[in-house]
């Protein structure tokens, strides 16, 4: 038995995922999306260790690289997943019409072990169940392939976020390269699991056409995105940087205008 660490709980999500979904966000992640609505979820909390040695050079050369992490720690839920579906199961009468679980982050891929005994437990319920991730950590090397395998066994839908197409601009942008995520979306290709996309227009910054129709010839390829959603830039987190002490590298950029949208619209929906 696994103990999670949990960021917090949504518990009448409607944009996580088909239906009325509740949502656990995990904490932790390694990720540095200069756009991140979420800062208080990076800290890893304390017992957690990175999925493998690869994983934990790839965070160590994200914060070399001048991105900043918190100045204060923040806390987290230790829980194991027979009580987390406990919680979760008193809200299924809502659930009605396609609904379920999501479980989203900081990035949840990082607690791989939990989550598959979570979603093990759900899907005895027959709950569906969906995996919120950027996909960062993934990799082939063990013992990782192995527990993610085991996971997306019990996944009905992974919702994956592209940052940018182009992986300097994406190192810039959170702090790492896009292969690994990239890698994972044609994993998921390979084994036929559905796949939601999701793209952040940032203006100036992930909503130049060259990315665009990058990002949209990368999707091409793929046989298993089932839809695509274009989630415009905003500020509502910034209040959090400022609280843990991050400069906010974003500030002065501003909010996605319909013209940026039916663009964006135009060249990712078709």
């Known amino acids: 038995m696994h103990t999670g660490y949990i960021h917090s709980i949504d518990t009448f999500g409607s ?3 088909p239906g009325v979904r509740f949502v656990v966000f995990m904490q932790g992640c390694l990720m540095r999306c200069r756009y991140c609505h979420n800062p208080d979820t990076w800290v890893l909390p304390k017992g957690l260790s990175l999925p493998d040695a690869s994983t934990r050079t790839s965070g160590a050369s994200a914060l070399s690289e ?6 204060k720690h923040t806390s987290s839920q ?14 299924r ?12 982050g900081g990035e949840p891929l990082l607690q791989a072990d939990f989550l598959c005994e979570f979603f093990q437990l759900a899907k ?16 082939t090397a063990e013992p990782f392939f192995s527990r993610l395998t085991t ?19 994406h190192r810039l942008l959170t702090g790492h390269s896009n292969e690994s995520i990239l ?12 796949m939601w996309v999701r793209h952040v227009l940032v203006p100036g910054i992930t909503d130049d056409p060259a990315n665009l129709h990058g ?17 415009p830039y905003h500020t509502l987190g910034i209040y959090k940087w400022e609280t843990l002490g991050i400069p906010y590298s974003l500030s002065g950029i501003r909010i996605p205008d319909e013209n940026d949208l039916k663009q964006a619209d135009q060249i990712l929906l078709g």
Do not use: M
């Open 15 to 17: 944009v996580d995922g």
């Open 66 to 71: 001048g991105v900043s992490c918190p100045s």
């Open 78 to 91: 230790e829980i194991i997943p027979e009580a987390l579906l406990r919680q979760a199961l008193r809200y």
């Open 93 to 104: 009468s809502y659930w009605r019409g396609g609904g379920g679980i999501t479980v989203s």
């Open 124 to 139: 005895e319920q027959h709950i569906h169940t969906t995996l919120d991730t950027a996909g960062q950590p993934f990799t």
């Open 151 to 169: 996971l997306l066994e019990h996944t009905d839908l992974v919702i994956l976020d592209l940052k940018h197409i182009d992986p300097e601009k």
């Open 183 to 194: 890698s994972f979306a044609r994993f998921l290709d390979q084994i036929h699991k559905p």
């Open 215 to 231: 990002i949209r010839a990368f999707l091409d390829t793929l046989s298993n995105v089932e839809k695509v959603e274009i989630l």
